[in-house]
């Protein structure tokens, strides 16, 4: 199974920027999937953004179009999530996780965005 441990969560002003990393180890596979939920206080856990390592296909939840770009580092097999133009209302735990062909989704454990309005 794939393990998946993430980074780079903090404090930030609106209209300021972070970069999340998420790093796979133990099995991978050439085609892999990797990206990010998050989680606000009292709301469902909601899908951000993806990217497939095989094609570098990405997907993005339209909340975060224009603003969050995914990208990946295959020789670090790691993934990031860089946010620009940030808003309070993207505060949550962002969660990593990564799919496997045939494998159960791996999920980091989480790290805490903030920003201050």
């Known amino acids: 199974q794939v393990q998946v441990e993430e980074s780079g969560g903090g404090l930030v002003q609106a209209g300021g920027s972070l970069t999340l990393s998420c790093a796979a180890s133990?099995?991978?596979?050439?085609?892999?999937?990797m990206g990010w939920f998050r989680q606000a206080p009292g709301k469902e856990r909601e899908f951000v953004a993806t990217i497939r390592w095989i094609d570098n296909s990405t997907y993005y939840a339209d909340s975060v179009k224009g603003r969050f770009t995914i990208s990946r580092d295959d020789a670090k097999n790691t993934a990031y999530l860089q946010m620009n133009s940030l808003k309070f209302e993207d505060t949550a735990v962002y969660y990593c996780?990564?799919?496997?062909?045939?494998?159960?989704?791996?999920w980091g454990q989480g790290t805490q965005v903030t920003v201050s309005s």
């Open positions: 133990g099995r991978t596979f050439t085609d892999y999937t």
């Open positions: 996780f990564a799919d496997g062909p045939g494998a159960p989704r791996s």
